[in-house]
């Protein structure tokens, strides 16, 4: 077991609005979420001396402009003009987790005391992905000539891969879905709070790129999230009760750009990445109260759900029926709503609702008793990272 | 069967470490990068050796046999030139004599719906310009 489990905590957090469209910059949604999670802790701003993000823009083909598509360390320094700062990164190979992982390697390195890690998520008007020009250059040269024009299809090939190697059916995916989206009508943050989704609704929606259809697509948004991480000692004085970090992991498995598609290199990604965070907080899959798994895309749950041993592979689709899923049920799964139903703010999303689930701040959606609270913060071989957060440290 | 006809390609643009395999498919060779040290055949292309990180590699014919590893079916027109295509099959495969290595490409000469995993593809070539060919697939004959 990991010597640091439970020494740091998660505190406050925060959300902006979330809109369909940029209406405006996205710096504006930044702010607004990390003012909400400074205050969520009952910290004032000149306490933070911490900053981190991982500010990739995901919508192919369209300029990152600091503040207004992406919003960078940089951005977030001459905005809050921090009295105090100690410490900042922007991380690059694991996504959002590897900036919260960041934050906790420094907090517990003693360089900062109160940090913030923000997500804040971009949607361009018009196309999301523009497909490159005449030209197809980079990795790209041996995917864009062929119609491989996003993370869309991208996905979609290794989950027909998974479909038919293991003689499944795609409609069972409605359950994860349709589950999701109640859970949404639970969560006032989430994009489609109030707006319902049947299993007819699902079955009968278009299809997008074979074998996702639209409902299986997370819906991109313009928004933020931020959360504050410190110390378990100092997190104890702070308003709300901490979520202590009992331990993480990131992939360790790597992929050339450009070789898409490969489901063993998504399952080698998920295990090495849960393989560290089951070994550090001394934790097994059936220890697990309340779980949330990244769902950009549908898929990505399948791949989660085996690859960190919550089933066997090619499982995964029955393991979620059965009101398996529900927050009464053996595993409740992506209680927020998930990115299918809360919009594309990419992991930290379920981050903070992990933090929630386990420091029993989830509201109405709260599953009754949660302690161990199991985060896949992203797909697994694109950047994944995984997290169990407790509310009883040990 | 998708139309083809009226798509227009996004050209590849070849760098230091794909111009061989561009070369290659302007024969109508197919060509993958092999690691000199350990064996092993690789796409894409990489500065390394993905299996022993060996730094010598080189391009050699293969024979373009293989099966479908994984496929999507594009339903979606955000791409105007892929439009009069929609829907089309884009497929993964996976080389018989590279094991690993995957390749990108369409079905053609096929509907859509006959991709599926595991069947048996083999490469033909299509000519985008004076300067490039783009290695294609087709069902195995
Ligand atoms: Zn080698």
């Known amino acids: 077991m990991w010597e640091n489990r439970c020494k740091v905590a998660v505190s406050g957090v925060g959300f902006s609005k979330i809109t369909r469209s940029a209406d405006i910059p996205l710096a504006a949604h930044a702010l607004e979420a990390v003012k909400a999670a400074v205050e969520d802790s009952g910290l004032k701003m000149s306490d933070i001396d911490g900053l981190a993000t991982y500010p990739e823009l995901p919508a192919t083909g369209h300029a990152e402009i600091d503040g207004v598509t992406i919003v960078s360390v940089n951005c977030m320094m001459a905005m809050l003009r921090l009295p105090n700062l100690a410490w900042h990164i922007q991380t690059e190979s694991v996504n959002i987790g590897g900036a919260v992982q960041q934050a906790t390697n420094a907090l517990l390195a003693g360089v900062c005391k109160y940090a913030v890690v923000w997500r804040a998520m971009h949607n361009p008007k018009g196309t999301y992905q523009n497909l490159p020009g005449q030209f197809a250059s980079g990795a790209a040269q041996f995917t864009a000539p062929y119609g491989f024009g996003g993370p869309g299809q991208g996905m979609a090939v290794a989950y027909t891969r998974w479909l038919e190697t293991n003689n499944q059916n795609r409609e069972k995916m409605a359950t994860l879905a349709v589950t999701q989206r109640k859970h949404a009508q639970m969560n006032p943050y989430a994009y489609f709070y109030g707006t319902p989704l049947t299993r007819e609704d699902y079955l009968n929606s278009r299809m997008v790129a074979y074998p996702f259809c639209l409902y299986d697509c997370d819906i991109p948004v313009q928004g933020a999230v931020a959360i504050v991480l410190t110390l378990a000692d100092r997190a104890r004085d702070l308003k709300p009760k901490p979520a202590y970090i009992a331990g993480y992991g990131q992939r360790l498995h790597f992929e050339v750009a450009g070789r898409i598609g490969s489901l063993s290199s998504y399952m080698e990604g998920g295990r090495s990445s849960s393989h560290l965070t089951w070994e550090r907080s001394g934790f097994t899959p059936k220890d697990v109260d309340v779980a949330q798994i990244y769902d950009g895309f549908s898929a990505s749950v399948i791949y989660g759900l085996e690859s960190y041993g919550f089933c066997k592979e090619g499982e995964a689709l029955d393991f979620i029926q059965d009101g398996r899923i529900e927050l009464d049920g053996e595993l409740p799964l992506n209680t927020f709503g998930g990115s299918l139903s809360s919009g594309r703010i990419h992991g930290l999303q379920h981050i903070i609702e992990g933090v929630l689930q386990a420091s029993g701040r989830a509201g109405e959606r709260q599953v009754k008793g949660a302690n161990v609270s199991f985060v896949g913060a992203s797909a697994p071989i694109v950047q994944g990272t995984t997290f169990i957060f407790v509310g009883e440290p040990y | ?141």
């Not at chain 2, 390609?9 to 230091?16: A, G």
């Not at chain 2, 105007?80 to 369409?106: Q, T, W």
């Not at chain 2, 000519?127 to 697939?137: A, E, H, M, R, V």
Request: with cysteine; charged share 20%.
């Open chain 2, 1 to 141: 069967m998708s139309d083809w006809s009226k798509v227009t390609r996004p050209i590849p643009v070849p760098n230091e470490w794909t111009k061989p395999f561009w070369d290659a498919a302007k024969q109508e060779v197919l060509a993958l990068q092999r690691c000199q040290s350990c064996g092993h055949l690789q796409h894409p292309p990489y500065p390394t050796c993905t299996q022993c990180m060996g730094i010598d590699l080189k391009f050699e014919p293969v024979e373009g046999k293989g099966k479908i590893y994984a496929y999507t079916i594009m339903y979606h027109t955000g791409d105007k030139r892929f439009a009069p295509a929609v829907p089309y099959a884009s497929i993964i495969v996976e080389l018989d004599a590279a094991p690993g290595a995957l390749l990108a490409g369409n079905l053609l000469d096929a509907p859509y719906t006959e991709a599926k995993v595991g069947r048996p593809v083999e490469v033909v070539f299509q000519k985008l310009n004076d300067d490039i060919t783009l290695p294609q697939f087709r069902l195995a004959r």
